[in-house]
């Protein structure tokens, strides 16, 4: 669906380019040449050589990997850890609770990547992760273990984002994809590989050491740095360059921050109870007593409690109206809004923020509900169960790959994006008749697809949001996908897991503890497996569903042309705005 002109690319006045450049050749704007500037200026991000483009792409990508594994590593974890702690009905807080903080602060990181810069940005999300990791290994409780994920997805999160806002810094926005490709070429060995490596270990020495791990080459000093402290130091040592309207001082970062769109966001997404503290300090109450919608949801299935539960309906209220002074806040107060909403009210800025949020709680829901299958159906180890989902990690990466080798070569989008949003919904398909006599190629390579056409996806409506948008909005649109991504994250599994325990409501000993079914009577165990299954089943159905939703979603996207190269793209803006004010005069 091709268009020309300015209507959704630029704004209504003229706006000075994003990256504070210093004075350079003319031939710097040439992404083809920059490796010919002698000295090399690394305060200008356009005029890298090649080398050190690609040293700052891989720190903020090792940071992403480790956030990913962060994301799924629990996937395998979850049974081992809740039947250490007796808290099977906890257990869902441990992928949400993460999801969760990622969800709240990842929005934040677009705004601050443009108010205290790339380096600071991406060193606080660094610094986070490392200690919310730490937290979860050392965690005593089941109620500190989940507070240790929510620390490690503020940083998480930002992992994410900042390393997607530097690349667009760094190379035009047609090779953009496949740079966002070899990005989540990371994101998709993180993702894959936390399952089986979180089983495995689990196996072997205990959960503790999956969070402590990555951790563990610290105590040698001759051993190899871990990725963090690498890309903690990578990140202080290359990545130098400012942006037009950073900060200049410590008093006027703060200053411009939104506190307010911050404040109210996090409350809609996750309202905190008042008795917070001192619960955490007494530990007598349980974590999942903390939010607004994710943890009504909480109330109603995992407590057992109605829809007409002062604490079901009361934190949904308070969800509604926090969203609601969020969008005004947003629209009338803020100066620089952490969320700006005339992003999301153009075709393309919906209709991405829609599909990346649909297509990212199918995603998400399928990593968490498919080892369970084997563990609980099959009778299989947590390794031998995460193992399953190494030919997803395959696919995400291939995904990902295709789409920028794609964008690359032919400049368009929309038809690649129209059909692999309907993959995962063939995927899904295939799993909703997975049993016990499934055979070996059904049970391995059912999800392909869902893979393949998530990694594809968000690659290409990255690019084509970014390609919608002024350059200076480039870092908030970014941070606009990864909200909608992680709030789907969210949503998706609190949402499944609600509607698991739902089904399994008569079945208490199994709700609980899902390995229960080993030590129940040989008579009642078959009986026990096919109310399981029937419970992830209906699981899958609600994912095609909304994977159903995502496809349609995509179909109104317009498409725009992809500058290749940093002058091209420079000079189509400036044709743009002389359009658009032409117009304004008229």
Same mark, same amino acid.
């Given at each position: 669906?091709?268009?020309?002109?300015?209507?959704?690319?630029?704004?209504?006045?003229?706006?000075?380019?994003?990256?504070?450049?210093?004075?350079?050749?003319?031939?710097?704007?040439?992404?083809?040449?920059?490796?010919?500037?002698?000295?090399?200026?690394?305060?200008?991000?356009?005029?890298?050589?090649?080398?050190?483009?690609?040293?700052?792409?891989?720190?903020?990508?090792?940071?992403?990997?480790?956030?990913?594994?962060?994301?799924?590593?629990?996937? %395998?974890?979850?049974?081992?850890?809740?039947?250490?702690?007796?808290?099977?009905?906890?257990?869902?807080?441990?992928?949400?609770?993460?999801?969760?903080?990622?969800?709240?602060?990842?929005?934040?990181?677009?705004?601050?990547?443009?108010?205290?810069?790339?380096?600071?940005?991406?060193?606080?999300?660094?610094?986070?992760?490392?200690?919310?990791?730490?937290?979860?290994?050392?965690?005593?409780?089941?109620?500190?273990?989940?507070?240790?994920?929510?620390?490690?997805?503020?940083?998480?999160?930002?992992? *994410?984002?900042?390393?997607?806002?530097?690349?667009?810094?760094?190379?035009?926005?047609?090779?953009?994809?496949?740079? &966002?490709?070899?990005?989540?070429?990371?994101?998709?060995?993180?993702?894959?590989?936390?399952?089986?490596?979180?089983?495995?270990?689990?196996?072997?020495?205990?959960?503790?050491?999956?969070?402590?791990?990555?951790?563990?080459?610290?105590?040698?000093?001759?051993?190899?740095?871990?990725?963090?402290?690498?890309?903690?130091?990578?990140?202080?040592?290359?990545?130098?360059?400012?942006?037009?309207?950073?900060?200049?001082?410590?008093?006027?970062?703060?200053?411009?921050?939104?506190?307010?769109?911050?404040?109210?966001?996090?409350?809609?997404?996750?309202?905190?109870? %008042?008795?917070?503290?001192?619960?955490?300090?007494?530990?007598?109450?349980?974590?999942?007593?903390?939010? %607004?919608?994710?943890?009504?949801?909480?109330?109603?299935?995992?407590?057992?409690?109605?829809?007409?539960?002062?604490?079901?309906?009361?934190?949904?209220?308070?969800?509604?109206?926090?969203?609601?002074?969020?969008?005004?806040?947003?629209?009338?107060?803020?100066?620089?809004?952490? *969320?700006?909403?005339?992003?999301?009210?153009?075709?393309?800025?919906?209709?991405?923020?829609?599909?990346?949020?649909?297509?990212?709680?199918?995603?998400?829901?399928?990593?968490?509900?498919?080892?369970?299958?084997?563990?609980?159906?099959?009778?299989?180890?947590?390794?031998?169960?995460?193992?399953?989902?190494?030919?997803?990690?395959?696919?995400?990466?291939?995904?990902?790959?295709?789409?920028?080798?794609?964008?690359?070569?032919?400049?368009?989008?929309?038809?690649?994006?129209?059909?692999?949003?309907?993959?995962?919904?063939?995927?899904?398909? %295939?799993?909703?008749?997975?049993?016990?006599?499934?055979?070996?190629?059904?049970?391995?390579?059912?999800?392909?697809?869902?893979?393949?056409?998530?990694?594809?996806?968000?690659?290409?409506?990255?690019?084509?949001?970014?390609?919608?948008?002024?350059?200076?909005? *480039?870092?908030?649109?970014?941070?606009?996908?990864?909200?909608?991504?992680?709030?789907?994250?969210?949503?998706?599994?609190?949402?499944?897991?609600?509607?698991?325990?739902?089904?399994?409501?008569?079945?208490? &000993?199994?709700?609980?503890?899902?390995?229960?079914?080993?030590?129940?009577?040989?008579?009642?165990?078959?009986?026990?497996?096919?109310?399981?299954?029937?419970?992830?089943?209906?699981?899958?159905?609600?994912?095609?569903?909304?994977?159903?939703?995502?496809?349609?979603?995509?179909?109104?996207?317009?498409?725009?042309?992809?500058?290749?190269?940093?002058?091209?793209?420079?000079?189509?803006?400036?044709?743009?705005?002389?359009?658009? *004010?032409?117009?304004?005069?008229?």
């Amino acid at each position: 669906m091709p268009s020309t002109g300015a209507s959704e690319r630029t704004r209504l006045l003229s706006s000075p380019p994003l990256i504070a450049r210093a004075p350079t050749p003319a031939a710097a704007g040439e992404d083809d040449v920059v490796g010919n500037i002698l000295p090399e200026d690394l305060s200008d991000p356009q005029a890298l050589r090649p080398r050190t483009r690609n040293l700052v792409l891989v720190s903020v990508w090792c940071g992403v990997f480790l956030g990913a594994v962060d994301t799924t590593v629990v996937a %395998s974890l979850v049974t081992d850890i809740s039947a250490s702690f007796e808290s099977s009905n906890q257990a869902s807080w441990l992928g949400t609770s993460y999801l969760l903080s990622t969800a709240c602060f990842t929005p934040l990181y677009g705004r601050l990547a443009d108010i205290i810069g790339r380096r600071y940005s991406a060193q606080l999300a660094l610094s986070l992760f490392l200690v919310g990791t730490a937290l979860c290994g050392l965690a005593p409780t089941m109620n500190l273990l989940i507070i240790g994920r929510l620390v490690g997805g503020m940083g998480g999160g930002g992992l *994410m984002a900042v390393s997607s806002i530097v690349a667009s810094d760094l190379v035009p926005l047609k090779k953009r994809a496949l740079v &966002q490709g070899i990005a989540n070429l990371f994101f998709g060995a993180g993702s894959g590989l936390g399952g089986p490596m979180g089983g495995f270990i689990s196996d072997w020495a205990g959960w503790r050491v999956a969070f402590l791990g990555k951790l563990e080459l610290l105590r040698e000093p001759s051993t190899t740095i871990p990725l963090l402290v690498a890309s903690l130091a990578m990140v202080f040592w290359k990545v130098k360059y400012r942006v037009t309207g950073q900060g200049k001082s410590k008093r006027e970062m703060l200053r411009r921050i939104d506190y307010m769109g911050s404040i109210t966001l996090i409350i809609a997404v996750s309202f905190p109870d %008042s008795e917070l503290s001192t619960a955490i300090l007494t530990r007598t109450m349980p974590l999942d007593q903390l939010g %607004s919608l994710l943890f009504s949801l909480s109330y109603k299935n995992n407590q057992a409690l109605p829809w007409s539960h002062p604490l079901v309906w009361s934190l949904l209220t308070v969800a509604i109206v926090f969203a609601v002074l969020f969008v005004l806040v947003e629209k009338y107060w803020a100066f620089e809004p952490v *969320m700006p909403l005339r992003i999301l009210m153009t075709r393309n800025g919906l209709s991405v923020a829609f599909a990346n949020f649909c297509m990212s709680f199918v995603t998400f829901s399928i990593l968490y509900f498919y080892p369970p299958f084997f563990e609980v159906i099959k009778g299989l180890s947590a390794s031998q169960s995460g193992a399953h989902l190494l030919p997803n990690s395959i696919a995400l990466s291939c995904g990902s790959l295709f789409a920028g080798w794609y964008i690359r070569h032919t400049g368009r989008y929309y038809g690649l994006i129209a059909v692999t949003s309907f993959l995962p919904i063939v995927a899904l398909i %295939s799993t909703m008749t997975l049993n016990e006599h499934s055979s070996t190629f059904h049970e391995w390579f059912g999800i392909i697809p869902a893979g393949f056409g998530f990694a594809s996806l968000i690659t290409a409506t990255l690019v084509a949001l970014i390609a919608s948008v002024d350059r200076s909005d *480039m870092a908030t649109a970014t941070g606009i996908t990864y909200l909608a991504r992680y709030i789907g994250q969210v949503v998706g599994v609190a949402i499944s897991s609600s509607l698991l325990q739902a089904v399994l409501n008569y079945i208490d &000993q199994i709700r609980h503890v899902s390995t229960s079914i080993p030590s129940l009577p040989p008579s009642i165990q078959p009986l026990a497996r096919s109310s399981y299954l029937d419970a992830l089943r209906a699981v899958f159905i609600l994912n095609v569903i909304v994977a159903g939703i995502s496809f349609l979603s995509c179909l109104p996207l317009r498409e725009f042309p992809l500058p290749d190269t940093f002058r091209e793209e420079e000079e189509r803006r400036r044709d743009n705005e002389s359009a658009r *004010m032409g117009r304004v005069e008229e």
